[in-house]
């Protein structure tokens, strides 16, 4: 009973292994070598595959000479439309997507982008790192620090400096506060408070 369950697992992990190298996404290039991993976006004349061996890999378009996505993906063609379903692309330039009514095939020239379903478009990911890009960040420093001596005369020094800076593309916003207290044997010399902002407007163009 007990090599009959050994026997059985051992035919369980072998199922197990074949079936995610069926599920797994291949790439075969020009030269005959043939990837296999998870492609992750096909855009702007690269596929992105990441690999088991070696990592996320980026492949120039022209190199490959075909490929068959196994999971759902969202491709989109020169012509507007855009297909969901597994992709597969031959060698002789024609790609195909399993759709739910049905195969749909059109020539691989026509592809302009693959990315995976239920994720944005390339075009909606690099409009929204240009608005992150172009959102005014802001940041903060202050510094400060107390000096005594004592001999033939008692010296107090005390300073403080804070300053907040919103950035952008554009643009900078400076606020700033500096305070600065000195005393000498016990008598002030120094009490001075400064408060301010600072913008600055950048202009593109010729003036």
Not at 78 to 101: F, H, I, N, Q, R
Not at 132 to 151: L, M, N, Q, Y
């Amino acid at each position: 009973m007990r090599k009959q369950t050994i026997v059985f697992l051992a035919a369980m992990a072998t199922f197990l292994v074949v079936s995610d190298a069926l599920r797994a996404d291949q790439v075969t290039l020009l030269d005959g070598s043939v990837l296999v991993g998870k492609v992750e976006l096909v855009a702007n004349g690269k596929l992105n595959l990441t690999t088991d061996f070696a990592g996320k890999l980026e492949i120039d378009a022209a190199k490959i000479k075909a490929y068959a996505i196994d999971g759902r993906v969202n491709v989109a063609l020169s012509s507007g439309d855009t297909l969901v379903g597994p992709v597969s692309k031959t060698g002789e330039d024609k790609s195909t997507v399993s759709t739910a009514v049905g195969a749909v095939g059109f020539a691989s020239t026509q592809v302009k982008s693959i990315w995976p379903e239920g994720t944005d478009s390339p075009e909606i990911v690099a409009a929204k790192a240009e608005l992150e890009k172009a959102r005014p960040k802001w940041s903060a420093s202050v510094e400060g620090g107390i000096v005594s001596t004592e001999g033939n005369s008692d010296t107090l020094v005390g300073r403080l400096k804070a300053e907040a800076r919103r950035k952008s593309a554009d643009d900078l916003l400076k606020y700033y506060l500096s305070v600065e207290y000195g005393e000498l044997d016990d008598i002030r010399n120094k009490n001075e408070d400064i408060v301010g902002t600072r913008y600055e407007q950048t202009f593109s163009g010729k003036w």
